[in-house]
């Protein structure tokens, strides 16, 4: 079982990305995007379970969109209004559990990693 992740790259502050995580299967019940800066812990930035269910960190909402494409196995983070304080690698993680809410934002709840992709917000 594998996770792709792509679409990272260097913006401007106020600009915008795309990210996309590829599964080798569709078994997930919860895919979700980590991210982690130089320094600092792996950190929740969002959640979709069982492809309706969403959660966002709160230093996201109304920036991020998370979606879920079920027939291509891909979860997408759209981000938007990018800020400095949103550079780092991205990490999608997924689960075949169904976690509960509170456990949406735990690096342990999921089993499944992708590598990572880079994301710089630079002027």
């Known amino acids: 079982v594998q996770l792709q992740a792509s679409g990272g790259g260097e913006v401007q502050p106020g600009g915008s990305l795309r990210l996309s995580c590829v599964a080798s299967e569709r078994t997930f019940n919860a895919m979700v995007w980590f991210r982690q800066a130089p320094g600092k812990e792996r950190e929740f930035v969002a959640a979709?379970?069982?492809?309706?269910?969403?959660t966002y960190a709160d230093s996201v909402k109304g920036r991020f969109t998370v979606s879920r494409d079920n027939p291509k196995n891909t979860v997408y983070l759209q981000m938007n209004s990018l800020k400095p304080e949103d550079t780092a690698v991205y990490y999608c993680?997924?689960?075949?559990?169904?976690?509960?809410?509170?456990?949406?934002?735990?690096?342990?709840?999921?089993?499944?990693w992708g590598q990572g992709t880079q994301v710089t917000v630079s002027s």
């Open positions: 979709v379970r069982n492809g309706r269910d969403i």
């Open positions: 993680a997924a689960t075949r559990g169904n976690p509960i809410t509170s456990s949406l934002r735990r690096v342990a709840t999921y089993d499944t």
